[in-house]
């Protein structure tokens, strides 16, 4: 299909081309994304029932663990069923408003999963340097109140996003080269002055994303520290395995993100690796957050075992 580059006033609909220069591919590029997709939902879905019901998991870590779960589920709803629509039946077109609601979900889940992770961070970081205060500090009552500033924040701050780009009416193009309604994508359609939303993308950015990442890095210079002054070597190893989940989940994240972040601004990256990166960067992490958590908890892996093959069949 052929899109022609004209001056379009207030657009009702947008067009999603998936991956520019792939698109004789991208039928089978679904496939994997499609993987990546179900390994999310399963993973997730089974975190939120083994965390509620498995007494020895009430813990702030896991409770934290919870809601990074739901967060990515909701990731994954939100990005997914559009993008494969586009691979497998080539269902470009999408209502302008509903590319804005689904910017607005996915920038607004990224920032909570950012702000999550350092909660988890803070968590790590009383247990070990501070754990005869933990149980003081990480109430139940505080615990809500942290879930619930991280989703104001990453609401209040996101939900301006798409305001801006409502204020935008005229727009050189309504071809959007992405699988997904990116903020930056659909700036880059406008025929106006976009200094505003560009320098209010990267003011959320950084305001999320590079403040999250300065103190969870902070966090764990700190517990190295602790770690490293413990006096016994079996003391160290142990406090250092409660951390190499949250370790692994905090690189995936920030790598990838600061990476596809810079590489749609600055860099001069291939549109269609970036494309891949950035809908890598959605989706690998939630589904190998499960995985690395649920390899590393013996109580998951338990119940896990326990939920796919019954107990009689154990016995047996």
């Known amino acids: 299909m052929t899109y022609t580059n004209m001056s379009y006033l207030t657009p009702k609909t947008v067009i999603l081309i998936g991956i520019p220069g792939l698109e004789h591919v991208q039928f089978w590029i679904g496939f994997p994304f499609f ?3 179900l390994v999310a939902l399963l ?11 498995e007494r020895s998991l009430h813990q702030p870590m896991y409770i934290f663990l919870a809601v990074l779960a739901a967060t990515d589920l909701g990731l994954c709803v939100a990005i997914a069923p559009k993008m494969l629509a586009i691979f497998w039946f080539g269902s470009r077109s999408m209502a302008f408003d509903a590319c804005l609601t689904q910017l607005f979900f996915i920038h607004a889940l990224q920032g909570m999963e950012s702000g999550i992770l350092l909660a988890m961070a803070f968590d790590r970081y009383v247990a070990i340097c501070n754990p005869l205060r933990h149980a003081s500090i990480l109430t139940s009552l505080f615990l809500l109140r942290v ?3 991280v989703a104001i924040r990453a609401t209040t701050l996101v939900g301006v996003l798409p305001i801006l780009l409502k204020q935008l009416h005229r727009f050189h193009s309504v071809v959007i080269v992405h699988s997904y309604c990116e903020h930056m994508a659909v700036v880059k359609l406008a025929a106006e002055d976009v200094h505003m939303n560009k320098s209010y993308g990267l003011f959320v950015a950084f305001a999320i994303l590079g403040f999250d990442m300065i103190f969870v890095f902070i966090s764990y210079v700190l517990i190295f520290r602790a770690v490293f002054h413990l006096p016994q070597k079996e003391a160290r190893i142990k406090a250092f395995n409660t951390c190499t989940a949250h ?8 790598i990838l993100a600061f990476f596809s972040f810079f590489s749609h601004r600055f860099g001069h990256v291939s549109p269609y690796a970036h494309i891949l990166l950035s809908t890598i960067y959605l989706l690998v992490p939630p589904a190998l957050n499960p995985i690395v958590y649920g390899v590393k908890t013996k109580e998951i892996r338990k119940r896990v075992v326990q939920i796919f093959i019954p107990q ?5």
């Open 35 to 37: 993987s990546l997709c």
């Open 43 to 53: 993973g997730n879905i089974l975190l939120l029932i083994i965390i509620p019901t």
């Open 147 to 149: 879930v619930l500033m």
């Open 247 to 254: 370790i692994v989940v905090f690189l995936e994240f920030y």
């Open 312 to 316: 009689r069949d154990i016995l047996k």
